[in-house]
């Protein structure tokens, strides 16, 4: 799928997620219904915005940089109408966060479904 042709603004992020594993680590099947109550999910950042305004006229720099895989609390992309809504404009592949969403930075050899079972 083509990255969406649009242009963030302040501390937006948009983050190509990554597909959510089918089984456990252990290889077990994980029912689709068990795979909502997950609570964090991974993805590679595709697009920031310029930074979000201070009360000083000056720009906040963005933590997150493009290409930097970042893990994030699910429900802050996806808990609003108007969220699902953006969702549908940018893809289902593809999920619009804060940049102070972010948890953790990931390296690209580390599997992050381990801490999700």
């Not at 991974?42 to 963005?62: F, I, L, S």
Request: glycine share 6%; proline share 3%; charged share 30%.
């Amino acid at each position: 799928m083509k990255t969406p042709k649009i242009r963030l603004l302040n501390d937006n992020v948009l983050i190509k997620l990554e597909t959510e594993s089918e089984t456990t680590a252990s290889g077990l099947l994980i029912k689709p219904q068990d795979k909502h109550e997950h609570v964090f999910r991974a993805g590679r950042v595709v697009q920031v915005g310029p930074g979000k305004w201070t009360v000083k006229d000056v720009r906040e720099p963005m933590f997150c940089k493009a290409e930097m895989r970042i893990l994030f609390i699910k429900f802050v992309a996806t808990h609003t109408e108007s969220a699902r809504r953006v969702q549908s404009i940018v893809g289902k592949d593809y999920a619009i966060i804060k940049d102070y969403d972010a948890l953790l930075v990931l390296d690209d050899g580390f599997n992050f479904n381990e801490i999700n079972q």
